[in-house]
């Protein structure tokens, strides 16, 4: 056996003669969507803080309060300290949002999905995932030890043909799906999926990640997403019955056994939900700038604020993106297996706060340098 060093040192030369090296580079954030790098001012692309929550004033003021009244910490999981009294309001909003009976928040949106999954579905049991799910989605269908099968993207064909197919052989069938998929920005067929789960006796799990405060609320059995993008905040949820909330408390293992947000980040997720609710226009901008972009590009309307340019292969993804930040404008390149091979992209996210500026110059020097 290799030295661990060794073996790391292998293991990243191999990543390197992919481009597929990734490295975490210290970039601060100035307020808005402007970044700093290396000593440089960017306009970034690649943040998820699609309202620009994240610095506005009352949900800065919220999370202050919290952390002077209550501390920074949980201190414990939330069934065994007992649950900090800002959950009720946050978890009241998440369900009213997503009308629903109930909510539960978690650590974040990662460990609700390896949480949730396994507490619905076991090694009897099928999940239909859609190809391109998000990674923790896939890893709470591998944790559950359920049936793990794929469907082609979006393709609700092929997820009844899997259902004929494979269906009677299991007790219980979960199928997965998002709302706005996170690397390409299209909209999941979620009311769609509904028939087919209702036909074949299946649970529809959706990840709203993305879509919650920049698209509509979709119902499905199990509703899930995240505090930290839209809300600007920390932390994961699940929405659905009274009865699925009471029973992921009683069998999700990364809400038992995982620390309770700090109650400063619960503040400021209850007072983002409030301005998200109450404010229809902002919630409208991101797909604005969104479709300025897409338009600019003469390319049909983006579905969602994220949108993807895809170049083919990871050199000319990170190459892309290197020609952009001389430009000022900072967009990552998104690589395998982020994304399948050969589908390497500039994914850009749009926030509220964008200028039409910058959308407007991205566009015509991705087509100008022929990327686009
Ligand atoms: C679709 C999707 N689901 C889940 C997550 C995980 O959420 P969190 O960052 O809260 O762990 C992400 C990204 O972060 C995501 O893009």
New binding site residues.
């Given amino acids: 056996m290799p030295s661990l060093r060794d073996f790391a040192r292998g293991q990243l030369a191999r990543t390197a003669q992919q481009s597929l090296t990734r490295t975490v580079r210290e970039t601060e954030r100035l307020g808005r969507t402007r970044v700093r790098r290396g000593g440089q001012d960017y306009v970034s692309f690649s943040c998820n803080d699609y309202l620009g929550l994240t610095h506005h004033p009352e949900v800065i003021a919220a999370a202050r309060a919290a952390l002077e009244r209550y501390g920074t910490g949980a201190a414990a999981s939330r069934l065994v300290t007992g649950s900090h009294p800002l959950y009720a309001e946050l978890e009241r909003l998440l369900a009213e949002l997503k009308g629903t009976e109930a909510a539960r928040v978690f650590g974040?949106?990662?460990l609700a999905?390896l949480g949730v999954i396994p507490a619905l579905v076991g090694k009897n049991d099928l999940v239909l995932a859609d190809r391109l799910c998000?990674a923790?989605m896939y890893d709470g269908a591998r944790l559950s030890g359920a049936t793990l099968l794929r469907f082609a993207h979006n393709d609700l064909e092929h997820c009844r043909e899997l259902l004929e197919e494979h269906r009677a052989r299991f007790e219980r069938c979960l199928i997965l799906t998002?709302t706005v998929f996170?690397m390409d920005g299209d909209r999941g067929p979620v009311e769609d999926l509904m028939g087919p789960a209702r036909a074949w006796d299946a649970w529809l799990m959706t990840?709203d990640?993305?879509g919650l405060g920049t698209c509509p609320a979709i119902a499905a059995d199990v509703q899930m997403g995240?505090l930290?993008k839209a809300v600007g905040s920390y932390g994961?949820y699940v929405c659905g019955s009274s009865e699925l909330i009471a029973w992921l408390d009683n069998r999700a293992r990364s809400l038992l056994f995982a620390t309770g947000l700090p109650p400063a980040s619960v503040a400021a997720a209850t007072a983002a939900l409030r301005i998200i609710r109450a404010d229809p226009e902002l919630r409208q901008k991101p797909l604005e700038h969104a479709r300025r972009f897409t338009t600019a590009l003469g390319r049909p309307p983006a579905a969602s604020p994220i949108v993807p340019v895809i170049v083919g292969e990871a050199e000319r993804a990170l190459a892309a993106s290197a020609m952009l930040e001389r430009h000022g404008l900072l967009v990552v390149a998104i690589r395998p297996p982020s994304v399948p091979p050969g589908t390497a992209r500039l994914r850009f996210t749009f926030s509220a706060l964008h200028e039409p500026e910058p959308i407007e110059r991205a566009a015509a020097l991705l087509k100008e340098q022929g990327y686009a």
């Fill in positions: 974040s949106g990662y999905n998000h923790c998002e996170s990840d990640a993305h995240t930290s994961g």
